[in-house]
């Protein structure tokens, strides 16, 4: 039976496999237990790692650190690949409002932990180490250990201990914060779903504009986008007899024609006042005198297509049909000319059937080929993240360069890839369901890595007079949160989803997150938590090592 005994104890490629796959699995079996109604999910991963590590059963350093920081990078890829599309729009709906209230939440906690150094008399080295496991915030650890070994040439254990001890508690703060705000302020689930999400997930209104405007009329539908120049699309017009016609380029706009156009939100009054006045018409009335009209949501499949601008493949002039939309990671945008197609993206066509069919031909619409991996982008974007991460930035005022880490660095490549990959024809699309996996697989191994390895000197510590270690980290974790969170709650309404991805991010807390993601499938929650994430992260490192240098000075 030694070989049972070896898989549990001993080392090697089996016993670490078995180890993690153990640990996962009753993990995973633990977070569907629910008390009245409420389950930690995911999270029982690392508790259940603690428990297997207290008693002996761990990963060797090595494997146990490659095993947490490639998981980490898994999930956060994952999460930048699937915020991407929309992150530089979010901060038109309220992102640089989020990123405030994250910088909030991140003095906060930095005050708080200098207070109880003041009122315990605890050493603020300590304090650093016990405030990052208040926050899950590993690379603000390494950051500050290696300030404090390159100021004083010798290493302080008793800010890893601190981070340690104070991890779980970290992320049960922030997770329990997350409940007391839904009690608090009794967040109705089917109400916060709907609540606003037209606005926040459309860069693209349809509205209908009766032409009053004798300076367009007698124009082209193409001089009048051209002498506009705003984000819009007419993709039909009815004139004075209620006949209905597709628009084109040539097609000539009168006084007393309604337009039925596709607008940037921001841009919409200023096309109403240079066209004439908004009017209601009934969707309908627009293919009543047409049966041929139909409008169809066709998929981009074909990778040539990949970063082509809409003008470029004359679609309406060719076919004499209209894109009107594209709605990319569940975002509908305005398809002007300039606008490059993605692999993946749903564009909304307008048109005669036949001539439909023609221009679905032409860009795919094959949910097959979505189906096949593209392992290049994630692999190349990992690579690149991991690279930039890597990169040293001087401070001024701080002595010690700081990094992104192998957190920040792909999270950024990865929304920036996504974003703007298809400009240069890189493909970086990734299925829903292939995007979940990842970062599910990503944050099991993350939790399970951190778990068996915090575990070993877990008791000793609490024992040994760390119990205090975990009430200070527990503190620094929810006096903040709870704070913001409801000061934001209640100043700004801000969307329950919302607020759920900005405490996750501004903590830097994955484990939360996936709390959140387990709470509801919302996109709004990956959203928030990409938009708060990277500067939160560089927040964090800076400000322990400056605690760092206070402490030694």
């Known amino acids: 039976m030694d070989w049972l005994v070896n898989l549990f104890v001993g080392t090697g490629t089996a016993h670490s496999i078995f180890v993690l796959a153990l640990t996962i699995s009753c993990g995973i079996l633990m977070g569907q237990v629910k008390i009245k109604g409420i389950s930690l999910g995911i999270t029982w991963i690392l508790f259940m790692g603690i428990i297997f590590s207290h008693f002996g059963i761990t990963l060797d350093k090595t494997t146990g650190d490659f095993i947490k920081e490639f998981g980490l990078i898994l999930f956060i890829y994952a999460v930048g690949l699937q915020v991407g599309p929309g992150f530089f729009s979010s901060f038109r709906h309220g992102g640089v409002r989020m990123n405030l209230l994250a910088v909030s939440i991140v003095v906060l906690g930095c005050v708080t932990a200098y207070v109880i150094h003041l009122i315990t008399g605890e050493s603020l080295s300590t304090m650093v180490g016990i405030m990052s496991g208040a926050v899950t915030n590993t690379p603000g650890l390494g950051a500050a250990q290696q300030t404090f070994a390159d100021m ?28 007391l705000i839904r009690k608090v302020f009794r967040v109705n689930a089917k109400t916060e779903s709907v609540d606003d999400a037209d606005e926040k997930q459309t860069q693209a209104e349809r509205i209908n504009v009766e032409v009053h405007n004798v300076g367009v009329e007698g124009h082209t539908v193409s001089e009048i986008g051209k002498f ?3 984000g819009f699309v007419i993709s039909r017009i009815r004139h004075a007899d209620e006949t209905v016609d597709i628009a084109n380029e040539s097609s000539v706009v009168v006084a007393g024609d309604v337009l039925r156009i596709i607008v940037k939100p921001d841009d919409k009054d200023a096309v109403i006042a240079c066209l004439g006045k908004e009017v ?69 066509v307008v048109g005669a059937e036949s001539s439909i069919q023609k221009v679905a031909n032409l860009l795919g619409n094959s949910l097959k080929r979505l189906d096949m991996p593209n392992l290049f982008a994630i692999f190349i974007g990992i690579f690149l993240g991991v690279l930039f991460g890597m990169i040293p930035f001087a401070v001024p005022g701080i002595p010690q360069p700081i990094k992104l880490g192998l957190a920040g660095g792909p999270l950024i490549v990865a929304i920036l890839l996504s974003r703007y990959g298809p400009n240069y024809h890189i493909v970086s699309f990734t299925t829903i369901s292939a995007s979940m996996m990842l970062r599910e697989v990503g944050i ?21 007079g760390g119990y205090w270690w975990v009430l200070y980290g527990f ?30 991010g501004s903590t830097t807390n994955p484990p939360a997150m996936a709390y959140a993601n387990s709470v509801a499938q919302d996109d709004r929650i990956s959203v928030a938590y990409a938009t708060v994430y990277p500067l939160t992260m560089f927040l964090r490192i800076l400000l322990a090592q400056i605690m760092i240098l206070i402490a030694i000075g």
């Not at 099991?444 to 040994?464: C, N, P, Y």
């Open 475 to 504: 503190i620094i974790t929810m006096v903040p949160v709870l704070l913001v969170g409801c000061y934001a709650r209640w100043r700004y309404k801000t969307n329950y989803y919302v607020l759920l991805g900005l405490l996750s």
């Open 228 to 230: 506009l120049n705003y």
């Open 152 to 179: 004083t040439g010798s290493a302080d254990e008793s800010i890893a201990l601190g981070y340690a001890v104070a991890y779980p508690l970290g992320v049960m703060g922030v997770i329990l914060s997350m409940i």
């Open 280 to 348: 209601h018409i009934d969707p309908p009335v627009w293919e009543k005198d047409n049966p041929q009209l139909v409008s169809r949501r066709i998929l981009v499949t074909k990778p040539e297509l990949n970063g082509q601008p809409i003008g470029k493949l004359n679609i309406r002039s060719l076919y004499g049909v209209n894109i009107t939309r594209v709605n990319r990671a569940g975002i509908d945008l305005v398809a002007t000319y300039s606008l490059r197609l993605q692999m993946g993206d749903r564009v909304t």
């Open 444 to 464: 099991a191994m993350f939790l399970a890595a951190v778990g068996l390895g915090a575990g070993g000197g877990f008791v000793e510590a609490i024992t040994g």
